[in-house]
Protein backbone atom coordinates (compact mmCIF):
# COMPACT_ATOMS: atom_id res chain seq x y z
CA UNK A 1 0.00 0.00 0.00
CA UNK A 2 1.13 3.72 -0.71
CA UNK A 3 1.15 6.26 1.84
CA UNK A 4 0.90 3.82 4.71
CA UNK A 5 -0.04 5.36 8.50
CA UNK A 6 3.14 5.73 10.29
CA UNK A 7 2.02 5.68 14.20
CA UNK A 8 0.10 2.65 16.65
CA UNK A 9 -0.88 5.11 18.95
CA UNK A 10 -2.44 8.76 19.45
CA UNK A 11 0.41 9.11 22.57
CA UNK A 12 2.90 9.59 19.04
CA UNK A 13 0.92 12.90 17.92
CA UNK A 14 1.81 14.90 21.28
CA UNK A 15 4.43 16.21 23.12
CA UNK A 16 2.46 15.92 26.26
CA UNK A 17 4.45 19.17 28.10
CA UNK A 18 3.93 21.25 24.63
CA UNK A 19 0.04 20.75 24.71
CA UNK A 20 -0.26 20.80 28.60
CA UNK A 21 1.74 24.49 28.69
CA UNK A 22 -0.42 25.61 26.01
CA UNK A 23 -3.73 25.03 27.07
CA UNK A 24 -2.67 25.97 30.88
CA UNK A 25 -1.20 29.55 29.54
CA UNK A 26 -4.60 30.01 27.18
CA UNK A 27 -6.85 29.17 30.47
CA UNK A 28 -4.64 30.83 33.35
CA UNK A 29 -6.14 34.71 31.94
CA UNK A 30 -9.95 33.63 31.92
CA UNK A 31 -9.88 31.62 35.19
CA UNK A 32 -8.02 34.98 36.96
CA UNK A 33 -11.38 36.81 34.83
CA UNK A 34 -13.86 34.44 36.62
CA UNK A 35 -12.09 35.09 39.92
CA UNK A 36 -12.19 38.65 40.07
CA UNK A 37 -16.07 38.17 38.28
CA UNK A 38 -16.53 35.92 41.57
CA UNK A 39 -15.12 38.62 43.75
CA UNK A 40 -17.67 41.44 42.64
CA UNK A 41 -20.64 39.50 42.80
CA UNK A 42 -20.04 38.47 46.10
CA UNK A 43 -18.98 41.66 47.44
CA UNK A 44 -22.23 43.33 45.91
CA UNK A 45 -24.32 41.12 48.39
CA UNK A 46 -22.49 42.06 51.39
CA UNK A 47 -22.95 45.19 53.21
CA UNK A 48 -19.33 47.36 53.23
CA UNK A 49 -17.50 44.59 52.24
CA UNK A 50 -13.50 45.38 53.08
CA UNK A 51 -11.73 43.39 50.46
CA UNK A 52 -11.53 44.26 46.84
CA UNK A 53 -11.90 42.08 44.03
CA UNK A 54 -8.19 42.37 43.33
CA UNK A 55 -7.53 41.65 46.86
CA UNK A 56 -9.13 38.37 46.95
CA UNK A 57 -7.70 37.17 43.03
CA UNK A 58 -3.74 38.19 45.05
CA UNK A 59 -4.90 35.37 47.78
CA UNK A 60 -2.92 32.32 47.83
CA UNK A 61 -6.03 30.19 48.03
CA UNK A 62 -7.14 31.63 45.05
CA UNK A 63 -3.47 31.87 43.39
CA UNK A 64 -3.44 28.21 44.10
CA UNK A 65 -6.84 27.17 42.85
CA UNK A 66 -5.67 28.86 39.15
CA UNK A 67 -2.64 27.08 38.85
CA UNK A 68 -4.68 23.71 39.93
CA UNK A 69 -7.63 24.64 37.63
CA UNK A 70 -5.38 25.19 34.77
CA UNK A 71 -3.36 22.51 34.92
CA UNK A 72 -6.14 20.01 35.28
CA UNK A 73 -8.24 21.48 32.61
CA UNK A 74 -5.42 20.99 30.30
CA UNK A 75 -4.27 17.68 31.30
CA UNK A 76 -7.60 16.35 31.13
CA UNK A 77 -8.49 18.33 27.28
CA UNK A 78 -5.21 16.15 26.70
CA UNK A 79 -6.43 13.07 27.43
CA UNK A 80 -9.82 13.52 26.18
CA UNK A 81 -8.30 14.35 22.54
CA UNK A 82 -5.79 11.27 22.94
CA UNK A 83 -9.21 9.00 23.46
CA UNK A 84 -10.89 10.19 20.84
CA UNK A 85 -8.00 10.24 18.32
CA UNK A 86 -7.22 6.69 19.24
CA UNK A 87 -10.45 5.44 18.03
CA UNK A 88 -10.07 7.00 15.02
CA UNK A 89 -7.13 5.85 14.79
CA UNK A 90 -7.78 1.94 16.01
CA UNK A 91 -10.89 1.75 12.68
CA UNK A 92 -8.07 3.61 10.37
CA UNK A 93 -5.77 0.82 11.28
CA UNK A 94 -8.64 -2.03 10.69
CA UNK A 95 -9.73 -0.68 8.21
CA UNK A 96 -6.27 -0.19 6.31
CA UNK A 97 -6.68 3.72 5.66
CA UNK A 98 -3.82 5.48 4.32
CA UNK A 99 -1.62 7.82 5.88
CA UNK A 100 -3.65 10.96 4.38
CA UNK A 101 -6.89 9.16 4.93
CA UNK A 102 -6.42 9.21 8.28
CA UNK A 103 -4.87 12.87 8.17
CA UNK A 104 -8.64 14.20 6.42
CA UNK A 105 -10.63 12.23 9.37
CA UNK A 106 -8.72 14.13 12.30
CA UNK A 107 -9.28 17.27 10.46
CA UNK A 108 -12.79 16.41 10.54
CA UNK A 109 -12.49 15.18 14.08
CA UNK A 110 -11.13 18.00 15.06
CA UNK A 111 -14.20 20.23 13.76
CA UNK A 112 -16.31 18.70 15.80
CA UNK A 113 -13.68 18.92 19.06
CA UNK A 114 -13.68 22.94 18.43
CA UNK A 115 -17.47 22.90 18.34
CA UNK A 116 -18.71 20.78 21.05
CA UNK A 117 -15.36 21.06 23.63
CA UNK A 118 -14.27 24.26 23.36
CA UNK A 119 -17.62 25.15 24.84
CA UNK A 120 -17.36 22.76 27.42
CA UNK A 121 -14.08 23.67 28.85
CA UNK A 122 -15.01 27.50 28.62
CA UNK A 123 -18.53 27.18 30.79
CA UNK A 124 -17.41 24.25 33.04
CA UNK A 125 -13.96 26.10 33.77
CA UNK A 126 -15.75 29.61 34.22
CA UNK A 127 -18.13 28.07 36.37
CA UNK A 128 -15.65 26.84 38.97
CA UNK A 129 -13.45 30.00 39.24
CA UNK A 130 -16.61 32.15 39.85
CA UNK A 131 -17.80 30.60 42.38
CA UNK A 132 -14.01 29.85 43.78
CA UNK A 133 -13.88 33.67 44.26
CA UNK A 134 -16.81 33.57 45.57
CA UNK A 135 -16.61 31.46 47.91
CA UNK A 136 -13.24 33.19 48.97
CA UNK A 137 -14.74 36.58 49.15
CA UNK A 138 -17.52 35.26 51.77
CA UNK A 139 -14.66 33.20 54.22
CA UNK A 140 -12.44 35.99 53.49
CA UNK A 141 -15.78 38.90 54.82
CA UNK A 142 -16.46 36.54 57.79
CA UNK A 143 -19.68 35.16 56.13
CA UNK A 144 -20.81 32.00 58.03
CA UNK A 145 -23.15 29.95 56.02
CA UNK A 146 -23.26 29.65 52.30
CA UNK A 147 -26.12 28.13 49.84
CA UNK A 148 -26.41 25.95 46.25
CA UNK A 149 -28.06 28.21 43.88
CA UNK A 150 -29.48 25.97 40.83
CA UNK A 151 -30.04 28.46 38.11
CA UNK A 152 -31.54 26.94 35.36
CA UNK A 153 -34.71 24.55 35.28
CA UNK A 154 -32.98 21.74 33.16
CA UNK A 155 -30.30 20.95 35.76
CA UNK A 156 -28.95 18.00 37.19
CA UNK A 157 -31.52 16.56 39.99
CA UNK A 158 -28.59 16.04 42.23
CA UNK A 159 -27.98 20.15 41.61
CA UNK A 160 -31.72 20.63 42.94
CA UNK A 161 -31.74 18.94 45.60
CA UNK A 162 -28.42 20.77 46.90
CA UNK A 163 -30.28 23.88 45.83
CA UNK A 164 -33.40 22.94 48.16
CA UNK A 165 -31.56 21.48 50.71
CA UNK A 166 -29.00 24.26 51.51
CA UNK A 167 -31.93 26.81 51.21
CA UNK A 168 -33.39 24.70 54.55
CA UNK A 169 -30.20 24.14 55.96
CA UNK A 170 -26.96 26.33 54.80
CA UNK A 171 -23.67 24.80 55.13
CA UNK A 172 -21.23 26.66 57.23
CA UNK A 173 -18.85 28.19 54.92
CA UNK A 174 -15.63 26.59 55.58
CA UNK A 175 -17.75 22.68 55.40
CA UNK A 176 -18.06 21.20 51.60
CA UNK A 177 -22.15 20.69 49.99
CA UNK A 178 -22.56 17.15 48.74
CA UNK A 179 -23.99 16.98 45.61
CA UNK A 180 -25.21 13.42 44.71
CA UNK A 181 -22.30 11.73 46.82
CA UNK A 182 -19.79 14.02 46.00
CA UNK A 183 -18.17 16.47 48.43
CA UNK A 184 -17.90 20.04 46.81
CA UNK A 185 -16.62 23.40 48.28
CA UNK A 186 -18.72 25.24 45.17
CA UNK A 187 -20.48 24.48 42.21
CA UNK A 188 -18.08 23.84 39.41
CA UNK A 189 -15.49 22.46 42.42
CA UNK A 190 -12.49 20.94 40.60
CA UNK A 191 -12.17 18.34 42.72
CA UNK A 192 -15.81 16.99 41.52
CA UNK A 193 -16.35 13.82 39.36
CA UNK A 194 -17.14 14.96 35.74
CA UNK A 195 -20.89 13.78 35.95
CA UNK A 196 -21.39 16.67 38.72
CA UNK A 197 -19.34 19.45 37.01
CA UNK A 198 -19.51 19.38 32.99
CA UNK A 199 -21.02 21.96 32.39
CA UNK A 200 -22.66 23.00 35.22
CA UNK A 201 -23.88 26.47 35.70
CA UNK A 202 -25.02 26.67 39.22
CA UNK A 203 -23.35 29.36 41.79
CA UNK A 204 -23.24 30.11 45.63
CA UNK A 205 -24.27 32.69 47.61
CA UNK A 206 -24.29 34.04 51.44
CA UNK A 207 -26.66 32.02 53.46
CA UNK A 208 -28.67 35.59 54.65
CA UNK A 209 -29.65 36.27 50.72
CA UNK A 210 -33.25 36.53 50.54
CA UNK A 211 -35.06 34.73 47.97
CA UNK A 212 -35.72 37.92 46.04
CA UNK A 213 -32.47 39.13 45.72
CA UNK A 214 -31.43 35.46 45.00
CA UNK A 215 -33.43 36.04 41.41
CA UNK A 216 -31.34 39.28 40.50
CA UNK A 217 -27.88 37.50 41.90
CA UNK A 218 -28.89 34.74 39.78
CA UNK A 219 -29.11 36.98 36.60
CA UNK A 220 -25.94 38.96 37.26
CA UNK A 221 -23.91 35.33 37.75
CA UNK A 222 -25.19 34.92 34.04
CA UNK A 223 -24.62 37.90 32.61
CA UNK A 224 -20.50 37.61 34.01
CA UNK A 225 -20.41 34.04 33.89
CA UNK A 226 -21.32 34.82 29.44
CA UNK A 227 -18.80 37.55 29.66
CA UNK A 228 -16.00 35.31 30.27
CA UNK A 229 -16.95 31.87 28.48
CA UNK A 230 -17.36 33.64 25.20
CA UNK A 231 -13.98 34.70 24.60
CA UNK A 232 -12.32 31.80 26.45
CA UNK A 233 -14.61 29.29 24.08
CA UNK A 234 -12.75 31.47 21.26
CA UNK A 235 -9.44 31.12 23.13
CA UNK A 236 -10.05 27.03 23.36
CA UNK A 237 -11.11 26.63 19.56
CA UNK A 238 -7.51 28.84 18.44
CA UNK A 239 -5.72 26.34 20.62
CA UNK A 240 -7.12 23.22 19.32
CA UNK A 241 -6.68 24.94 15.75
CA UNK A 242 -2.87 25.22 17.13
CA UNK A 243 -2.62 21.70 18.12
CA UNK A 244 -4.35 20.11 15.23
CA UNK A 245 -1.28 22.04 13.33
CA UNK A 246 1.06 20.42 15.24
CA UNK A 247 -0.36 16.80 15.35
CA UNK A 248 -0.57 16.93 11.41
CA UNK A 249 2.93 17.48 11.30
CA UNK A 250 3.78 14.17 13.24
CA UNK A 251 1.72 12.17 11.20
ZN1 LIG B 1 -25.15 22.79 38.44
Redesign the pocket.
Same mark, same amino acid.
Given at each position: MTNPITIQNADELFDDQVEIDAFQEASNQYLMLGIIAGATLAIEQLVDAAVTPEDVAALPAAVEAIKNMSLECAEHALETTKGSLNKLLQQALEDGWSNDKLADAIVEKYENIKKVRALRIARTET $?GAVNKGIVETLKIEGVRYKVWV?I?HN $??DT?KQAHFETHANPVPIGNNFI?GESPAEA??DSSLPPE?RVN &?? &?TVVSGNFTDIFEKQYAIMFIREHSSIERPFKSRMKKEFEKQLKRVLLRL
Open positions: $TAF $TRHVPGE &CQ &C
